[in-house]
């Protein structure tokens, strides 16, 4: 590979890295199924539309289900919110995409998991891409 080749690759790489931002953490422990966070402890249903305010956060349209994945123990005087991701036949191109919404947009329907795990959150956790 030339040289300036491989300098193009570098910028390249690190123009994609610039767009991720770091954002404020939205509570400091979270409650999971288990220490990764990786299975759904309940499923939810939408009660009313909630449009993201930043890129933590997710779009909900009333009635669709969610996954829930954690739920963000709050700060004193500070929002719930859970993070979860939508399915729905419908809004295909959203499924998958998990993110933040607040705890009172959806009516939690099914419990999968009831023996939980208090795990802190990362940096990471708010991260976006």
């Known amino acids: 590979m030339s040289f300036p080749l491989v300098i193009l690759f570098c910028v390249g790489l690190l123009q994609q890295t ?3 931002v770091h954002m404020d953490k939205l509570a400091d422990n979270k409650i999971c199924g288990d220490a990764e966070c990786s299975y759904v402890v309940s499923m939810a249903t939408v009660l009313d539309d909630f449009i993201a305010p930043d890129c933590r956060f997710i779009n909900l349209r009333l009635g669709q289900k969610v996954y829930v994945y954690s739920k963000l123990i709050p700060e ?20 998958g995409i998990v993110g933040y919404f607040p705890a009172t947009m959806v009516n939690e329907t099914q419990t999968f998991i009831e023996n939980t795990v208090k795990v802190a959150t990362t940096n990471m956790d708010f991260y976006c891409n």
């Open 18 to 20: 610039a767009r991720a």
């Open 76 to 95: 004193e005087g500070a929002g719930v919110f859970w993070s979860g991701s939508v399915y729905s036949e419908r809004y295909v191109d959203q499924m």
